[in-house]
């Protein structure tokens, strides 16, 4: 099964989606009380209380998605780069309001379709 990882996955409800699309799934929450939610929803061992800055398994993931996780612009700004750099080749990012647009120039994607936010990763 291809994996699929949800950074800030809040209650867990795009990680049970992807479940029932046969991904493996994990999911990365901060918020307690989201946190909590989510490991009811999709089982304790889908979902970990990880900073996202010190977490290191991005590269193990063939799917890697968030939903703007941060609200200051040059933090998610920060946060999208970060993500970028760690994903490994192959891999798809699907950025749902991302703040940044240098993933578009970037050599390493290619963005799958004009209208949706869904880039491949080619190369490291």
């Known amino acids: ?41 999709v089982g304790e061992e889908c979902v970990g209380q990880h900073d996202i800055w010190t977490y290191t398994d991005l590269d193990k993931y063939d799917v890697v998605y968030y939903f703007r996780p941060l609200s200051k612009k040059e933090v998610q700004l920060k946060f ?13 990012l ?14 390493r994607f290619a963005r799958l379709t004009p209208e949706l936010p869904v880039w491949l990763k080619q190369r490291a």
């Open 94 to 107: 699907i950025a749902n309001r991302k703040m940044g647009n240098r993933v578009d120039s970037d050599p």
């Open 1 to 41: 099964d291809a994996s699929f990882i949800d950074i800030g996955c809040g209650i867990g409800n795009i990680l049970l989606l992807a479940e029932l699309m046969e991904f493996e799934v994990y999911g990365i929450e901060k918020d307690s009380a989201s946190f909590d939610i989510a490991r009811q929803l």
């Open 80 to 92: 999208e780069q970060h993500v970028e750099d760690q994903i490994k080749p192959g891999a798809i």
